[in-house]
């Protein structure tokens, strides 16, 4: 029995089967793009622990900064004492995502308590109790989180959830188009919420709309720059606070510091976590400043929230991304795989779709050509695939269909080149395997495996 499967074994006996696990990879240590399993194997990381290390593993600096803060200040919480590693990183958040003339940050432990947080003070800023999400959408595994998320599979037999939460169609042209143009699809998208207005929810009840700009666990999916301006406009005329969730897509992961940022469009609140800790768990909620002051004292936070360690470990996280660039790096990771996966999807039918924005890209599988039929099986086979070959790839999608890159940001030209020839050996393989047109002399775009 090897060490790994020793250690999954002991997973297995102690935790409980509703903890997911994704992947059988283990891990012990981990630099830069790469994680060291319990057997001393080397597994190049497109995973980055879904999304949370863009500046790469164990970073020097940030392991400094997690060092010395632990010998001076471990907790206090910040509604007893209030200490400078939570004041200086409010202030760089806000300077980094100004909402309005004025910016306030609330900091928390994760996603979901950031989307939990959001929620609350939008409702106590307008009165009002319904909030607006879409289909495909996920905001974590909270009670509210698991309302607010569309999947099933993640709230199977957790419910009742959270009242006054209605759901309409994410603006998806390739699902949703019907034909129409980007143009014409967005209006009728806009003008279908409008509607909902009358048969689903009253405007004067909405506190909130919530949306990723960029859907995550969703598939990869961009909203549509049009639909993000029109929802602003939407919310500016009803007096709704428009929320945008970038826990995934923030710091770094698309080409810029925020995924709005694409965008042209300002929400009046905003959700962070995963890249912003640089490992450890510390999420915020960023808003307009009449809007954050509308919750009453000692109605949000808690009692780790803004840790001082963790603090300081996002405040060091965020100098190496200043420091190396990261924005420019995500746009060129982005160019590359989009150019090897459009490459792939033209000689394997398998591949339906190649989308994302920056580094946060995915290519979507099918059945033969079809595009209307996820393969979720050939993915999860073409994942683990990629594993034996000492890759870690994960999936995302409401099928399971869709295979995701999160890498960390600092991977070199030639770990991406390795790792990107290892997922595209793995589709034509496995969907020649299949009956698809997978090919079968693997080179793509001068790359011969």
Known sequence: MTNNEKLLARREAVTPRGVPRVTTATAVRASGATIIDADG??????????????????????????????????????????????????????????????????????????????????????????????????????????????????????????????????????????????????????????????????????????????????????????????????????????VFDEVQTGFCRTGRWAAYEHFGVVPDLSTWAKSMGGGLPIGAVVGRAEVMDGAEPGTIGGTYGGNPVACASALATIRVMEELDLNTRATEIGQEIRRRFEALAQKCDAVGEVRGLGAMMAMELVEAGDRSTPAGPLAKEVAEACLEEGVLVITAGPAGNVLRILSPLVITDEELDRGLGVMEDAVLRLSAAAGGAGGRDPIVEGRRA
């Open 41 to 242: 194997r080397e597994i190049l990381d497109f995973a980055g622990g879904i999304g949370v290390m863009n500046a790469g593993h164990c970073q020097e600096a940030v392991v400094e900064a997690i060092s010395r803060q632990a010998r001076e200040l471990l907790h206090t919480c910040f509604h007893v004492a209030t200490y400078e590693p939570y004041v200086e990183l409010a202030e760089k958040l806000a300077e980094l995502f100004p909402h309005g003339e004025q910016t306030k940050v609330l900091l928390i432990n994760s996603g979901a308590e950031a989307v939990e947080n959001a929620v609350k003070i939008a409702r106590q800023a307008t009165g009002r109790p319904a909030v607006i999400c879409f289909s495909e959408a996920f905001h974590g595994r909270t009670l509210m989180g698991m309302s607010l998320t569309s999947k099933v599979g993640y709230k199977k037999g957790c419910g009742p959830f959270a009242p006054e939460i209605y759901r309409v169609p994410f603006p998806n042209h390739r699902l949703r188009g019907d034909g129409l143009d980007m143009e014409e699809f967005v209006e009728r998208e806009l003008a279908r919420l409008r509607e909902s207005f009358n048969t689903l929810v009253a405007a004067r009840d909405v506190a909130a709309i919530i949306v990723e700009p960029v859907q995550g666990e969703g598939g990869f999916v961009p909203a549509p720059p049009g639909y993000l301006r029109g929802l602003r406009e939407i919310c500016d005329q009803e007096g709704i606070v428009l």
